[in-house]
């Protein structure tokens, strides 16, 4: 059952409290009321694994090289094609620190938003998806929210939730295409960070909770996804990426016999300034 607004005056009024809803968090986190938990110019800037992420996705050759090159023991393919998509919308390097920020906000909202859709179609209540949403509004996501590279837990959640809205409108409306954009965004998720590979299973469940015979056998498609897309990031573990060392020519030195022994060592001079016997 989808959420009915009612009338226009309802539906104009749905939308400020919603947009007041993604604008809470950043009221909350930079203080632009109050003190702030955090200060907007960390926000704006680069830390610590921001570095490593934007400095193996700075070109496409290398993003896709470093595919799947785990990072603390991560592989996270749909993360650095993320990073490098970043990195070309910001045109120049003095714009990154910027554009990883407005990303890093940016899932922030688009998580909250994406909740209260699910929430609302499945309950049937706008008032309750704006409550769902409303739930971002806390001091646990400012990290995510205000760093790039703890963001790609939002992103993995992101794609678990965008698994459950096309799986929630299969199952109203059917559609081969709608299956496969759910299988889609499993795998999307997988390679965000180790928690989206949950999308799966949490998509197989949803579909089996609706009871009917034509959901329990398409619950196959997530689950199948999910555990593909592991299989693959477990079987191409550290392989791309991994290039062999260029070759050196050995010096003129080292080409000699007995180039690389040392120098022999000088015998010690008689000190000049020892007095003659």
Known sequence: MAPEFGNPLAGGLTGLVGLLVCAAPAL???GA???GLCDPRRADAMQHDDFEYV???LTPRRAVANLFVPHATHIVPSWRLLTWGV????GRPSSLPNALAIVSYGAEVAVMLVTGRLVACEIGRTSAGLAAAAAGISALMM??????AAGQTLWAALGILATLVCLQSWRRRGGSVRLA????????AGWFWTIGYLAGPVGAIFLCSGGSRRCRR???VPLAAGAIVLI????MDGRVGTLPPQATKPSARQSKPGGNRPAPRRPALADARSPAR
């Open 28 to 30: 909350l986190f930079f």
């Open 33 to 35: 009321l109050g003190p």
């Open 55 to 57: 400095a193996r996705s």
């Open 87 to 90: 990195v070309c919308s910001a």
């Open 143 to 148: 990290p995510p929210a205000t760093w790039y």
């Open 181 to 188: 954009l759910a299988a889609l965004s499993a795998i999307v």
């Open 218 to 220: 398409a619950a196959v």
């Open 232 to 235: 693959v990031a477990l079987v």
